[in-house]
């Protein structure tokens, strides 16, 4: 039966990631077009989805059939700290009229994107599936959060009242190509790719913001998409799942922020402004879910020259030529990426 598969947040990081797996995978292959798909990638040029008519407008466009539903209002701990209504709002908003929108449109499967901040700040490590609601999110992105929780609620309610086949996915810190590299609202690897590279263009000193001793899990965007295929193809629960590296391979912001000097060759004064907020210190989470679910995937093929790389703490050379792709697409489209 043929599929038309609609892609929101098409434009962004993680969208433009699957667009490319999707048409640089062999066609019928696990990861690569089927013959009876159509792939449709979306971004807001297309609809703002914050408004209920331009969202039905354009379910009525391209009768999907399948939904993956990246778009948001995404940004930084800077950024959700400082906008906690209009993260909270916006993505309450978007999320509500594609939720609903499915719903009226009888589409088959809808996933959603969650996020690893939707996690109680209070909470035994590592996360996994079933704390998502256990306790309040950290302060410093609660609207956010509480939008994105909000999904997890809704889909259960969607599939109780009326059978909808919705679920959700909690991916991990991703970065690649297409990232949002502004400086204010960026997350910590394009924005300590833009800072860096500014530094060695201007010959200014490199200041990483915090004490550089945070956690974090990172995926790679490529790597991410392929586990979004896997899941509309192969999985059906209302349940979320982590999509994620091992609860072991956590690595610091310092980790992140000397690899990133390797990687755009920075030879100045390189330091830590421990007056800025660092945010959750870790927050490991567990993809054994995952892993018992998709059987043989492999998070770090690495092929030189190929770009489904995933970073490797035990094999830091891995993290760091994922991250020298990302740095050479900021500096390939310095005019065009979003600064
Ligand atoms: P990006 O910021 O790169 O892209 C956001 C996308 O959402 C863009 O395509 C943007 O469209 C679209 N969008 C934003 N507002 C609207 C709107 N009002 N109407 C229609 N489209 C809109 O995000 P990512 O790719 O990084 O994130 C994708 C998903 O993954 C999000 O749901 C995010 O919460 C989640 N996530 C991301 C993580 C990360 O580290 N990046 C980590 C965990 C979860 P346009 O560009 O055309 O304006």
Known sequence: MASVILVTGGSGLVGKAIQHVIENEPAGSRFGKKENETWIFVGSSDADLRDPEQTRKMYEKYQPTHVIHLAALVGGLFHNMKYKLTFLRENILINDNILHTSYTH?????????????????????LDEHKIHSGPPHDSNFGYAHAKRLVDVQNHAYKEEFGCNFTSAIPTNVFGPHDNYDLEHSHVIPGLIHKCYLAKKNGTPFVVSGTGKPLRQFIYSRDLAKLFIWMLREYDDVEPIILSVGEDEEVSIKQVADAVVQAIGFQGNYT????????????????????????????????????????????????????????????????????
């Open 272 to 339: 830590f402004d421990t007056t800025r907020a660092d945010g959750q210190f870790r927050k490991p989470a567990s993809n054994k879910k995952l892993l018992s679910l998709i059987g043989d995937f492999t998070f770090t093929p690495f092929e030189p020259g190929n770009y489904y790389l995933l970073f490797d703490v035990m094999n830091p050379d891995n993290f760091l030529l994922a991250l020298m792709e990302s740095a050479k697409w900021f500096a390939d489209n310095y005019d065009n990426a979003r600064t």
């Open 106 to 126: 009888k589409t088959q499967k809808l996933i959603s994107c969650l996020s690893t901040c939707v996690f109680p700040d209070k909470v035994e490590y590592p």
